[in-house]
């Protein structure tokens, strides 16, 4: 079993944390064997939302479903399974996940990742997960890139832990990770420009002006690919991430979804200081009212969202 560090670890979720460690290690390994483990990125089917399911994506999930089963998880939503998978009925705790976050990416050796909320279990599968994303008890990602990293918040600020390949255990690097009020750089699709709405265009124009512009400073541009990757970027040292709504068919509410991406990450970012909307309201004031649903997601430096916020009136 993987070890973490638990001393910072609420002790409530101790064991499903050290069971998320040990899965997210174990496949943090199949990661870096790359093609050695076989055709990881491989189209293997579609999840319910129409994305290409790879084998690695599938083969994360059941990874994960494994490792939770005597971790007091009741109820499992993951999006690779249409509906929720009741694991341990005795346990108290519902977990979402987005076992492998920017799948896309396995075959070009480019960070991915894993999301996970953490509720309290309700009586049916469904109600678990159908509810404000305030009520999310904890929430974190693992991202596998040049370092297997964790940052996970229960609450009281987002907590940081690397893991060392030395000892296959995870280790406390920052308990309060906090991230600038003003950025320096956004990250957003920009192949889809055609199809912005008008804050969303005027935002982008605003920053490409740069210093010669109403903003007054130049920005820089990044797109990785992988939300846990852009995500920690901006955990790290500021910065905007949009995917808002476009007008291509389907894109009404963005690309995102809102129990295991948006909400998660919501949760992680404003523990850290940033903030989260939709471009209407914090995306902890809203509840999700299908368990695969998207919606529109901004974050990151609290000026910055506050400003896409203002464009949208
Ligand atoms: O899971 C969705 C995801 O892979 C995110 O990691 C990423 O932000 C987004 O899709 C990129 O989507 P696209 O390339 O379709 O704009
Ligand atoms: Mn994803």
Redesign the pocket.
């Known amino acids: 079993m993987t070890a973490l560090d638990t001393s910072q670890i609420p002790a409530r979720f101790q064991t499903v944390m050290t069971s998320l460690a040990t899965a997210g290690a174990q496949l943090a390994g199949l990661v870096a064997k790359g093609p050695l483990a076989g055709a990881l990125g491989a189209g293997v089917g579609e999840n319910t939302d129409g994305?290409q399911q790879k084998a690695l994506d599938v083969m994360a999930d059941e990874m994960f479903a494994e490792a939770l089963k005597t971790a007091g998880v009741r109820h499992y939503a993951s999006?690779e399974q249409d509906s929720v998978v009741t694991l341990d009925p005795t346990g108290d705790l519902a977990l979402a996940i987005?076992p492998l976050?920017?799948?896309?990416n396995i075959d070009v050796n480019v960070t991915i990742g894993t999301i996970f909320s953490i509720l309290p279990a309700a009586d049916t599968p469904e109600a678990s997960f159908l509810r404000p994303a305030a009520d999310q008890v904890a929430a974190g990602y693992i991202a596998f890139g040049p370092q297997c990293l964790m940052a996970v918040t229960f609450g009281d600020g987002t907590q940081l832990y690397v893991l060392d390949p030395d000892t296959n255990s995870f280790v406390l690097v920052e308990s309060r990770m906090s991230l600038p009020t003003s950025a320096k750089e956004f990250s957003i699709?920009s192949?889809?420009r055609r199809h912005w709405t008008k804050p969303v265009l005027a935002y982008v124009e605003e920053n490409e002006a740069g210093e010669t512009g109403a903003k007054g400073k130049n920005m820089n541009f990044r797109w990785?690919?992988?939300?846990?990757a852009?995500t920690h970027r901006i955990l790290t040292r500021g910065g905007t991430f949009l995917?808002p709504s476009d007008a291509r068919p389907k894109y009404e509410n963005g690309?995102?979804?809102m129990v295991y991406?948006v909400a998660p990450m919501a949760f992680l970012v404003e523990q850290a200081g940033g903030k989260a909307t939709d471009g209407k309201a914090p995306i902890l004031s809203l509840t999700a009212a299908e368990l695969h649903e998207r919606r529109p997601f901004v974050f990151g430096s609290s000026e910055e969202v506050d400003r896409i916020a203002e464009l949208h009136g």
């Open positions: 994305d999006e987005d976050d920017g799948s896309s699709n192949s889809n990785v690919g992988s939300l846990v852009e995917y690309r995102l979804r991406e």
